[in-house]
């Protein structure tokens, strides 16, 4: 019996080494693949990582090539790419290798996309794809930009940020950031709101506080806040753009001389069909029952004009005319810079004047109209009651504005709504209303943020460094 049970206990044990060896080899068994597993997830990690980081050196590459070469859209070779270069390491090991495909920016615009294609130099079936789009930023990063004090009065309302080199009163509604160059700023409107006040203030309800004071948020007037002692822009640059836009419009552009023969300037009426209809202005229409004041000179309303001729937008986009001109119309699928300036006899500043609607079609950053006056940008009489302007305003030496017009008996000096889609850059104080009522009740100055890095073409830049718009992975 005892001999029985030793062996029946000999048969269970093999069982059981049986099973605890068969689990152990399981174990084994699993522990091999999870690591086999492991280490080739680890060289995919590894390899992708290698492919990414080399995509991201193709786009700094680049960046650094623009920095250097900054219309140099083809890699130094002249030709189209894409451009191949190997990712080395300290040692000189390769380590990887990138392909740049590179987007030059469209006429007008200074945004360059750069796509860079990274491989692993351990097995060039990973590979990682990055998109990055770089400009350089031009005066119209704000919606209004001025060299002098300037006011905002109540029934303005502003879309996009404000800078002006000096003081601001700010009475009407401000959806972005407002900023000045200056400090301190002393208001001499003669109205109750006076005295030396912060260089960002506002009238509207209880008055800011004098400096020296913390100044209150006030978002019932600056919803993004405001900011004093800001770098300042300096408007004498421009010069220098103008001459590089009569030496474009001379050599690819639209180009006339002074209107001569006694006539005071000319007519632009821009067209759906990428045409315009030219005019030389014969006269101005006198004030008639309206009365203005100095130093405004006239109506700046044509009271009669000389078909010239349609011509086709330039290539370039750029119309430059050494005389006063009248723009009106509409373009479909355009970029334009139109501007009046002379040059020749800089003495006598040109005006830019607007009485009737300018008109884009697309409002996806397609269409674009700069529009430069050497002396200012001038609504004139005769403007409509309610106009609309698309585009972005620069004066240079004077102010983008309506002038003073007056008179018990003048139909014209009551207006009103002005609408601005795009930008103003004004050298003197802005404005499109008086403090007696007359002018545009209603002023509304809508950004237009395609502007800021594909703006109109060869339109002033703030700076001569490219910046990173975006960055994404795209494979």
Request: glycine share 10%; aromatic share 10%; with cysteine.
């Amino acid at each position: 019996m005892i001999r029985n049970k030793i062996q029946k206990n000999k048969g269970m044990l093999i069982i059981q080494m049986i099973v605890f060896s068969t689990i152990v080899v399981m174990i084994i068994g699993a522990l091999s693949s999870w690591a086999a597993t492991s280490v080739k997830m680890g060289r995919i990690a590894y390899n992708r990582e290698q492919a990414f980081q080399s995509a991201e050196a193709g786009i700094d590459y680049y960046r650094w090539h623009l920095a250097h070469a900054p219309t140099d859209y083809e890699d130094g070779t002249g030709n189209a790419g894409p451009y191949i270069h190997s990712l080395k390491d300290k040692s000189g090991n390769t380590v990887g290798q990138f392909s740049l495909d590179i987007t030059a920016p469209p006429v007008g615009s200074t945004k360059v996309i750069i796509t860079s294609t990274g491989y692993s130099a351990s097995d060039s079936s990973y590979l990682r794809k990055i998109q990055s789009s770089v400009a350089k930023p031009s005066i119209a990063k704000y919606s209004v930009a001025g060299n002098d004090a300037m006011r905002f009065g109540s029934g303005t309302e502003i879309f996009g940020p404000v800078h002006v080199n000096g003081g601001i009163r700010f009475d009407g509604l401000a959806h972005n950031i407002v900023t000045s160059g200056a400090t301190t700023y002393t208001d001499t409107d003669g109205d109750a709101c006076t005295g030396n006040s912060w260089a960002v203030h506002t009238c509207l309800g209880a008055d800011d506080p004098q400096p020296n004071t913390p100044f209150p948020a006030r978002p019932d007037v600056f919803e993004a806040g405001r900011l004093i002692s800001q770098p300042t822009i300096v408007f004498s640059s421009f010069t220098a753009d103008l001459a590089t836009l009569k030496a474009n419009a001379i050599a690819s552009g639209f180009y006339r001389d002074t209107a001569g023969g006694g006539f005071v300037g000319y007519h632009i009426v821009l067209k759906t069909n990428d045409t315009f209809d030219l005019y030389k202005i014969n006269s101005w229409m006198g004030l008639g029952n309206c009365s203005t004041q100095s130093p405004n000179t006239g109506s700046w309303s044509i009271n009669n004009q000389t078909f010239q001729g349609n011509y086709n937008f330039p290539s370039n986009g750029i119309i430059f005319l050494e005389d006063n001109i009248v723009i009106d119309g509409q373009i479909d699928g355009a970029r334009l810079t139109i501007t009046a300036a002379d040059l020749t006899n800089p003495i006598i500043n040109k005006n830019v004047i607007i009485n009737n609607d300018i008109l884009y079609t697309k409002y996806d950053g397609t269409d674009s109209i700069g529009i430069i006056g050497q002396a200012g940008v001038i609504v004139g009489m005769t403007s409509e009651n309610n106009l609309k302007i698309d585009a972005a305003l620069i004066a240079q030496n004077d102010r983008v504005g309506r002038p003073y017009f007056g008179g018990s008996s003048c139909v014209y000096k009551n207006r009103t709504i002005i609408s601005l889609y795009g930008m103003i850059a004004s050298y003197g104080r802005y404005g499109f209303s008086w403090t007696d009522g007359t002018g545009y009740t209603t002023r509304s100055i809508t950004y237009d943020a395609n502007l800021l890095y594909a703006p109109p073409p060869n339109f002033p830049l703030t700076s001569d460094q490219y910046q990173i718009l975006s960055w994404q992975e795209v494979k």
